[in-house]
């Protein structure tokens, strides 16, 4: 069983950045896909960033450009750095892991208990 535990949440002003960390329990990041999925009030789970094993990456339209997931296999920890954030970014982060290079939610095996970004209007 990997456990995915996050770090890296909390409050930020508009426009500032915050760094998002997901140390896993084990090596993984050679053969799994990870994803950070996020979810807002209200509002559903969504997908944010991946990579795959292959340092091949995907982002959301909606992040594109600000955020960058990145992995330290050294530390076993995905990473996802946000910048330029803006109110439309408050929600709970989720690290996730893939087996597969599939990425939607119902592809992933793992799941952290999520971190809580609020960005001020």
């Known amino acids: 069983q990997v456990e995915l535990v996050e770090s890296g949440g909390g409050l930020a002003q508009r426009g500032a950045s915050l760094r998002l960390s997901c140390a896993a329990s084990e090596r993984i990041f050679d053969i799994y896909t990870m994803a950070w999925f996020r979810q807002a009030p209200g509002k559903e789970r969504d997908f944010v960033a991946h990579i795959r094993w292959s340092g091949q990456t995907c982002y959301a339209d909606s992040v594109k450009g600000r955020f960058t997931i990145s992995t330290d296999n050294a530390k076993n920890t995905v990473y996802l750095q946000m910048n330029s954030l803006s109110h439309e970014d408050t929600a709970a982060y989720y690290c996730?892991?893939?087996?597969?290079?599939?990425?939607?939610?119902?592809?992933?095996?793992?799941w952290g208990k999520g971190t809580v970004v609020i960005v001020s209007s």
């Open positions: 996730a892991a893939s087996r597969t290079t599939l990425t939607t939610q119902d592809d992933m095996n793992y």
